[in-house]
């Protein structure tokens, strides 16, 4: 029985260390590529409409929303999307606005909704005031440089580009919760989006920056099609590539800002992620097994109840920590370097929550409750669902 074990265990293993040095690779590849044209692209830098759904005061809100305030870019225009009349983020728009009277902005307060996802709803009311034929989806938390909008319109020089989003980096993190979610975006999802890209031909669309066109937008439904979607950066991502038109991730990042992000928190988002991955492809998600090799080392220590179990885990530890230690100083990350010792932790908290989406399909979302369906679809919980 102990050979059995240590056969699946050693196999098991052994595609999950191949994965993350494939994937670690391939992302310092795609970093060392950032910047870089092909020779001779002509670059045309379109008039952008930065969409802007906003809901409460994230960290730093107003450092982050100063940053699109400062773009290197020749004609843009911002609209701030909110939901409710007395949000707290709206003093500081109004701010920011008298401070950038140069850079064209609008604040819209709209509470009609269109369906359950809230983020939608807020797009589909700032979507009348866009002015431009270019749209980018921007989240509130997010903070860029100011070539941001030159890099992402760049990849546009091809014809049949059809959404561009972007590499993210957790910055800022205070406390456990928000030092776990940018280990984890930096080490683990940065990573991901890449190797399923070049591995398996599977484009992932990122909606913290996500950039198209008006004409594609309205080719796919517009955004009420995707009103009772949770998803829906997925599910636009996937429309888009069904009009054969190409998805890219530009490799240059910007900064996802997490300070104050709660253990709770942490866990919540992933468990509803998790559940997301799962409702869109069940074979996809059962692989997913294998990009965490911790995970995998903690359960064959258990079941294997030995000293040698034990080494594989410890070693195995060692091997993964290091690795996120070096893809976080690849992509220049503000955490300590003793703040990698959590990686473990982070990675076995992730393992456990893999199998949440087996337990029941209630999410909670933005104060929420909602069963999710197949391919992210949702619908309002009811008790007993």
Do not use: C
Request: net charge positive.
């Amino acid at each position: 029985m102990e050979t059995i074990i240590d056969i699946v265990f050693a196999a098991a293993l052994g595609i999950s260390v191949l994965y993350t040095l494939l994937a670690s690779l391939n992302i310092l590849f795609e970093l060392k590529s950032a910047g870089a044209r092909p020779p001779g692209a002509t670059v045309s830098l379109h008039p952008v409409s930065i969409l802007k759904p906003i809901k409460g005061v994230d960290n730093q809100l107003d450092a982050n929303l100063e940053t699109f305030f400062q773009l290197d870019y020749p004609e843009y225009e911002i609209l701030f999307g909110i939901n409710e009349p007395d949000d707290p983020a709206i003093p500081i728009i109004q701010r920011l606005q008298k401070e950038y009277p140069g850079t064209a902005t609008k604040l819209i307060v709209d509470t009609r909704r269109t369906g359950l996802n809230p983020k939608i709803n807020n797009l589909a009311n700032i979507y009348p005031h866009a002015r431009h034929d270019f749209l980018l989806i921007s989240d509130s938390n997010v903070r860029v440089k100011k070539n941001y909008l030159k890099d992402l319109i760049s990849h546009f020089s091809d014809p049949k580009m059809g959404l561009v989003t972007s590499t993210i980096r957790g910055i800022g993190a205070r406390n456990l919760g928000s030092r776990l979610e940018n280990l984890h975006l930096n080490a683990h999802i940065a990573p991901a989006v890449f190797f399923a890209r070049q591995f398996f031909s599977i484009p992932i669309a990122i909606g913290k920056s996500f950039l198209f066109k008006r004409e594609t937008l309205e080719e796919i439904g517009g955004f009420w099609r995707f009103r009772n979607v949770l998803a829906e950066d997925h599910r636009m991502g996937e429309e888009i590539g069904k009009l054969g038109l190409k998805i890219r991730t530009t490799p240059e990042w910007i900064d996802n800002v997490n300070q104050t992000w709660s253990l709770r928190q942490f866990l919540n988002r992933h468990i509803r992620w998790a559940k997301m991955r799962k409702s869109v492809s069940e074979l996809n998600y059962l692989v997913e097994v294998f990009s965490n090799p911790v995970a995998i080392g903690a359960v064959y220590a258990v079941v294997r109840h030995s000293p040698d179990g034990l080494v594989t885990f410890g070693a195995i530890i060692i091997f993964k920590t290091a690795i996120d230690f070096a893809i976080n100083r690849l992509m220049k990350s503000d955490l300590k370097w003793y703040h990698h010792f959590l990686a473990p932790v982070k990675d076995i908290l992730i393992g456990i929550v893999w199998y949440t989406p087996y337990l029941n399909r209630k999410i909670n979302w933005r104060g929420n409750q909602f069963i999710i369906q197949k391919n992210t679809d949702i619908l309002p919980s009811t008790k007993g669902a």
